[in-house]
């Protein structure tokens, strides 16, 4: 046998029965998304590198050491796997022209790419769901946004879901806190680590951003952006405060909070949760009203929010709030190869009514451990009328959790009917059906009786 292959560290496949749990996340997100009028964008998983250098900025954790940049051996062109999305929809705001007549709102999901090292919640392929709403300037939007996301925590059933609400103000009252904080800093140098020593002079803010322990005390007691904001960063802080209230979502107002890119101003916002150790950290977003001009656009203003996927189904899952799997309606017992033609042609219209059909066909073992796989799949194909013994056809009908098996037996399809078995009441109920009227069974099945 030759050498197994294994998938990226960090880089997860996503298997059955669990992708059940994601498929639904999605859905659930996509019918929160349509009700608050987001339309879905789907941009390129590679991007070039310097999209994400000028949008995140250089001096961010991002940029410095997570990116997965390589240089196409064909055309040379420097390219990246997208970290982060937000940049990518810009972009694509931009070379479409698509703010020509007036905001748009939208919103994506995908896999995001980090050289992180990997542990619980943090992952070197992780999956992002995140909104944009862009071309909107006033409050009332950061507060769409947030009650948004505030809906879809209800909607998953999550609780103990905290928000923090901040505000990095204006460019030019960052400037006056930038002073602030470097003489801070610079007063304090010897508790500095490296990460912080290289920044202090080229991003001071990012420091409070450190996810180092030994550096707390002296971030928590630094100087605070909200000290710093004029009036009409304040009114809007107000603003959005004030519609969260009306609409009964609770925050906590952190001055720490800066989050991880560059391109914030104003409104900047996380939902926390402490159930998830040190990755406690589920949606994140804020105003970014200066990154459409510096991405080379017409000027507009915008706010957005992502949440990480992998986190939040963990939540779920530790809530046991994830729905239960649910196999087909139906399983076919196929006894004989003879009627198959006229079988799957009953299968299909069930299908075509709605109903959820498996349909039994011999398969082959791929343990490694059980005889030889190789001599099974040679028998099945030697003798391709042989479908399983009726027993190994009920045990597989079982197994797939089906609530009914179907019986195509020769001597019922020569009568029109099948026999309908149910696996889920406990004594298996039997009965026949006509082949003719088994759309009549097939909406009894829809509507539940
Ligand atoms: P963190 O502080 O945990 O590193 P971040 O500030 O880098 O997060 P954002 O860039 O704001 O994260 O991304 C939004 C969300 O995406 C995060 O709140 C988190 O839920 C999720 N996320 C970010 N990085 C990862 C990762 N490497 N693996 C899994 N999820 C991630
Ligand atoms: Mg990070």
Redesign the pocket.
């Known amino acids: 046998m030759s050498q197994k292959l294994t998938a990226v560290k960090g880089m997860n496949d996503l298997l059955p029965p669990d992708s059940y749990a994601w498929v639904w996340l999605e859905g659930v997100v996509q019918n929160v998304m349509r009700r608050f009028a987001y339309s879905n964008i789907r941009t390129p998983i590679v991007e070039p590198t310097a999209l994400f250098i000028r949008g995140l900025g250089e001096v961010t ?2 940029v410095e050491k997570e990116m997965y940049s390589f240089e196409d051996r064909l055309n040379h062109e420097q390219l990246t796997l997208r970290p ?1 999305a937000t940049a990518g929809v810009v972009r694509a705001v931009i070379e479409h022209n698509m703010l020509y007549d007036g905001g748009k709102r939208l919103y994506y999901m995908g896999p ?1 790419f ?1 050289h ?1 090292r990997p542990q619980r ?4 392929q ?1 999956h ?1 769901i995140g909104a944009e709403a862009l071309g909107f300037a006033l409050p009332e939007v950061d507060a769409e946004m947030i009650l948004m996301a505030h809906t879809l925590w209800k909607e998953l059933g999550l609780k103990n879901v905290k928000l923090e609400l901040n505000s990095l103000g204006e460019p030019d009252e960052r400037i006056k806190h930038r002073e602030a904080l470097i003489k801070y800093f610079e007063s304090h140098s010897s508790i500095l680590d490296e990460d912080a020593k290289r920044r202090l002079h080229s991003n001071p803010l990012r420091i409070l951003d450190t ?1 180092n322990p030994a550096m707390q005390e002296l971030v928590d007691g630094a100087p605070k952006l909200m000290d710093f904001l004029g009036s009409k960063s304040k009114a809007h802080l107000d603003a959005v405060c004030s519609l969260l209230d009306a609409n009964s979502v609770n925050y906590t107002l952190n001055p720490r909070l800066v ?3 560059d391109y914030y101003n104003l409104t900047v916002f ?1 939902f926390i949760t402490d159930q998830l150790g040190s ?1 406690g ?4 977003g804020g105003r970014y009203d200066y990154l459409i001009s510096q991405m080379g656009g017409k000027s507009a203003p915008a706010v957005g929010w ?3 996927v ?2 939040v189904i963990e939540l779920l899952k530790d809530a046991a709030l994830l729905p239960n799997t649910r196999g087909p309606d139906v399983y076919a017992v196929v006894p004989e190869s003879e009627g198959l033609q006229q079988v799957m042609q009953v299968l299909q219209n069930l299908r075509d009514k709605g109903v959820s059909v498996q349909m039994h066909s011999p398969s082959v073992s791929g343990n490694p451990g059980s005889a030889s796989t190789a001599a099974v799949a040679g028998a099945v194909a030697d003798d391709r009328s042989s479908r399983g013994s009726m027993k190994s056809q009920f045990k597989r009908a079982d197994a797939s959790g089906a609530s009914f098996a179907l019986i195509f037996g020769a001597q019922e399809l020569a009568k029109g009917v099948v026999t309908v078995k149910s696996l889920r009441d406990g004594i298996g109920t039997q009965r026949e059906e006509s082949i003719a009227q088994i759309d009549r069974w097939a909406s009894s099945l829809q509507s539940g009786d």
Do not use: L, S, V
């Open positions: 954790d991002i982060e995001m980090r992180e919640g943090r992952y070197r992780f992002q996810k989050r991880g890119m996380e990755q950290t589920i949606c994140g992502a949440m990480g992998e986190r």
